[in-house]
């Protein structure tokens, strides 16, 4: 694999080829990056192995950014919503993923949903129109050993190319199935019942290594939220998505509870080791331990982002919020992502990247989309939308300056290339939780608050972005 190269020399084998930048992949991300790339005047090859006899188990077109799914591009608010915050920011950089939306979009109340043709089509039709970029349906074998690449192959990465990332960043470094943990927001914990601590206190945190945040139940606690699960409604697996079989650590938590009712309290809700100092008594000062304990562990170096230790699950969302609301604690928790189980392909970003999305020790290659560890159509976009910038920026030899880390951009942008703890790294949606907390505004108008200081900031920084290449 080869390293960084020389930047003229780089430059000059790219013309060569006649495009400056290879983008892999002309599903959401791929099309937004090379629209961001042609319309600041490089060139730009986009490969999409739909069309060339290649699909993946789950387009059912050739059409570029198909939807595989929902329709919706979710809340459009940009007042209250990080997602809609994101659109807003998006708009502000003439996305065409938000300008195809646009023409396509149909009725749905305060959320932005589109026709999916007519959307594909729009996107289609404006960079096959496009003077600077050249859409080739063929599928990419391997990572490009020279030249500027965006890699934006999508949760279902082909997997000859899955198989060249693996060689470039090692076995461990890419996942195929995500084994998603429900992810609360601090401040909704309540600390009068719950306590940090780790077991046996070997903890590794600053002040006194309290690493997790432990929810206590009792025998009758514990026996009814086993039962709970049992009884949930689960999700099922796609019937290509059956076969992927999860390792036996990321098994979801009702399979476990269906093995015994014991089961997690050996495993994830393990008590041993974990004294409750609510439960103390003159003859147990240090406190008592609880019949089981859920765990929560860090999740962001923001602190406002907490995971349930070895929760992951395929139940129904509102199955989880219902039975996660009955551990003692989590009474009132506001939920930044639920848990879920998919068929997806994903690096650990938060240390194979640099913070331009560049893989480290081959920084002709960027990595966008989902293939990075976000989650969503507009936040594969967003990303999409952000490499494509990075490498307009780099092929102009300008310095690129990170959008601001209290906009939408900017948190989902910290996240993904090294926040988000790499241990744990899963696939995130865009939420407030990734944002610089504000801790000082009344807890109605925070999100307000939010998204008022997100604008102000971006807009200042779009301001300050010295004008590339129209
Ligand atoms: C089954 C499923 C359902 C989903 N539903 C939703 C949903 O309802 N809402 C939501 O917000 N998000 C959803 N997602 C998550 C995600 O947002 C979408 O998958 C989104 O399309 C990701 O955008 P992307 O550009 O990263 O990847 P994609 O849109 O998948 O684009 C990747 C492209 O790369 C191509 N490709 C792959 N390998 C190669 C190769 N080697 N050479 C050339 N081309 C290649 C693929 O054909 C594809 O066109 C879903 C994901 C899956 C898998």
Redesign the pocket.
């Known amino acids: 694999m080869a390293t960084s190269l020389d930047r003229k020399a780089w430059l000059k084998q790219a013309h060569a080829m006649d495009f400056d930048v290879h983008i892999?992949?002309?599903?959401?991300?791929?099309s937004e990056a090379a629209w961001q790339l042609a319309r600041r005047g490089f060139k730009v090859r986009l490969?999409?192995?739909?069309g060339s006899g290649?699909?993946?188990d789950?387009?059912q077109t050739d059409g570029l950014?198909?939807?595989?799914?929902?329709n919706?591009f979710?809340s459009d608010d940009d007042e209250k919503n990080a997602v809609g915050l994101l659109h807003h920011e998006m708009r502000r950089l003439d996305s065409l993923i938000m300008r195809a939306g646009e023409v396509a979009r149909v009725p749905a109340g305060s959320a932005m949903a589109v026709d999916r043709d007519v959307f594909s089509a729009e996107v289609q039709k404006a960079l096959e129109n496009h003077p600077n970029v050249t859409v080739v349906r063929?599928?990419?074998?391997e990572l490009p050993a020279s030249g500027m690449t965006i890699v934006?192959?999508?949760?279902?990465?082909?997997p000859?190319?899955a198989q060249s990332i693996v060689k470039v960043t090692g076995e461990d470094r890419l996942a195929f199935f995500d084994a998603i943990a429900p992810i609360v927001h601090r401040e909704s914990i309540n600390m009068d019942v719950c306590w940090m601590a780790a077991r046996w206190d070997k903890g590794t945190s600053e002040g006194g290594g309290k690493d997790y945040i432990n929810c206590p139940m009792t025998k009758e606690q514990y026996l009814a939220f086993h039962q709970g699960l049992l009884d949930a409604e689960k999700g099922e697996f796609?019937e290509w998505e059956a076969n992927t079989p999860y390792f036996e650590g990321c098994m979801p938590i009702e399979v476990m509870a269906e093995r015994g009712v014991e089961t997690l309290r050996f495993g994830p809700m393990k008590p041993v080791g974990l004294d409750n100092p609510h439960w103390a008594t003159p003859e147990h000062p240090n406190g008592r331990w609880a019949y089981a304990v859920v765990q929560l562990r860090q999740d962001n170096k923001l602190g406002t982002l907490w995971n349930m230790v070895g929760f992951q699950t395929k139940m129904k969302y509102a199955e989880q919020v219902r039975l996660f609301r009955t551990i003692p604690g989590l009474e009132n928790a506001e939920f930044a992502r639920l848990g879920g189980m998919?068929?997806?392909t994903f690096i650990n970003s938060p240390v194979l990247l640099d913070r331009q999305l560049r893989l480290k020790g081959a920084e002709h290659i960027r990595f966008a989309?989902?293939?990075t560890g976000c989650?969503?159509?507009?936040?594969?976009?967003a990303i999409?939308l952000m490499a494509g910038m990075m490498a307009a920026t780099e092929l102009a030899g300008r310095e690129w300056t990170s959008p601001p880390r209290t906009s939408a951009f900017g948190a989902l942008l910290a996240h993904v290339t090294g926040d988000a703890e790499a241990e744990t790294y899963q696939p995130m949606n865009i939420n407030f939780g990734l944002f610089p907390p504000l801790h000082d505004v009344n807890k109605k108008s925070r999100k307000e608050a939010y998204t008022a200081r997100g604008k102000a900031d971006f807009g200042e920084w779009l301001a300050g972005l010295e004008a590339l290449p129209a």
């Open positions: 892999i992949g002309g599903g959401l991300a791929g490969s999409e192995m739909r290649g699909s993946t789950a387009h950014a198909e939807l595989v799914c929902s919706s979710r063929e599928r990419v074998d934006a192959t999508g949760p279902l990465t082909a000859s190319l796609k998919h068929r997806n989309g989902q293939v989650e969503g159509y507009v936040e594969s976009s999409g």
